[in-house]
């Protein structure tokens, strides 16, 4: 029977090398994957690409990342107190593709479910628009988005069963399900773990088709 | 004659809220709304980190950080609250099903284009966006709320932005610290005025034309309407 419960931190992320696209779960500190993200910086990767909602703001969150260079990009929509990264910004020493929040989890959804993009009427009219496809459809215009794809999802859910379907936590959950489509691993570290059939099945919101690794870190 | 409080400010745009409404506050001082909202006015709050129904500030020592909103302060679901993923939260913006966003903003002109997500400074800090500007592209009706002039005194209420747009031609009305406007395609219609102030005062801080309402009103220090 299928089980992907993996042996901690270091194994869930066996594989993650120099230059990946990494999607990192999160919104704020709500469902932010640390002991993933400590595993990341314990591995000694660099040069990463970095798609999540912010852009750390201290702590074990993605500011570590930054402090210690292993980003090369990050694709975010709100990378505001963010200490370590603006430093780099600055010093023009990582580069940033800034996009609107809808968007940015929009383009994560496309790439998940198999689209080529999607006409979105955000950013008509503002610097958004620049170098974007401008279509027309009923009169109104929008901007041709182009999907998101990652080589590893790093995840934070509340439960997962041993097959790997996942329940969230509350406002955790955000970006996390739509991440949980669009990366060819995808890890969650969880509170939990239990069996098959223990999780009702209408509260599943990741279905297990999605996920690779699940693992308890050693605190929780 | 004294502009209104903060404080009043977020009463007065509450109770100008419709019964039932969906409403997303956005980050900053439209947050302070939402210990406003007059109880049986059924307003429903909406936030797009991914819940809906939202409840008051949890008490000292209740704070979940696993619940929170769009500022990332911690808050409470009420009965009948719901969560979802960014996914749905954004399609609820784009997909017009919220009734009135309420933003902050630099800058609004007299054609509804928002400025508010930018300052425009070249000091090589990172620029960031959030969601402001799927809100203001998405909801049925944007409102903004802020002080009527920049802290050196500059007008915020302009023919044109100046600043890096947001959306164009998306502001329905203005609450300010000294009146409430509507947008029309005549350009800026004052529905209501702080009590003491002239048209003409007003007009000397607006750096757009301003008309009066024919049934307008005055706001009163506590942030009520009067007549």
Sequence with gaps: MRNVVVDGADAAIAGLRDGAIVMVGGFGGAGLPRRLIRAVLDAGVRDLTVISNNAGSGGMDLSAWFEAKIVRKIVCSYPRSAVAFGEQYRAGQVELELVPQGTLVERIRAGGAGLGGFLSPVGVGTEFEVGKRLIEVGGRNYLLEVPLKADFALLRGRASDTLGNIVYNKTARNHQAVMATAAETVVVEVGQIVEPGALDPESIVTPCIFVDRVFVPESA | ?227
Excluded at chain 2, 17 to 33: H, K, R, S
Excluded at chain 2, 194 to 216: F, H, N, R, V, Y
Aim: charged content about 15%; some cysteine.
């Design chain 2, 1 to 227: 004659m004294k502009p209104l409080s903060r404080e009043n400010l977020a009463r007065l745009v509450a109770s100008s809220l419709p019964a039932g409404a969906f409403v997303n506050l956005g980050i900053g001082v439209p947050t302070l709304v939402a210990d406003y909202l007059p109880q049986d006015l059924g307003v429903m709050l909406h936030s797009e980190n991914g819940i809906l129904n939202l409840g008051p500030k949890p008490e000292p020592g209740l704070e979940d950080y696993d619940l929170i909103n769009a500022g990332k302060s911690p808050i409470t679901i009420n009965p009948g609250g719901a969560f979802f993923d960014s996914s749905m939260a954004f399609a609820m913006m784009r997909g017009g099903h919220i009734d009135v966003a309420v933003l902050g903003a630099f800058e609004v002109s007299c054609q509804g284009d928002l400025a508010n997500w930018s300052t425009g400074r070249s000091d090589g800090s990172p620029p960031a966006i959030g969601g402001a500007i799927d809100l203001a592209v998405g909801a049925r009706q944007i409102w903004v709320m802020m002080e009527h002039v920049t802290k050196s005194g500059a007008p915020r209420l302009v023919e044109r932005c100046s600043l890096p747009l947001t959306a164009v031609g998306v502001v329905r009305r203005v609450f300010t610290n000294y009146c409430v406007l509507s947008v029309s395609p005549s350009g800026f219609v004052v529905d209501a005025i702080k009590e003491g102030l002239s048209l003409d005062a007003l007009q000397a801080i607006t750096a757009a034309p301003l008309c009066l309402a024919d049934k307008w009103c005055v706001i009163r220090d506590d942030g009520q309407i009067q007549g």
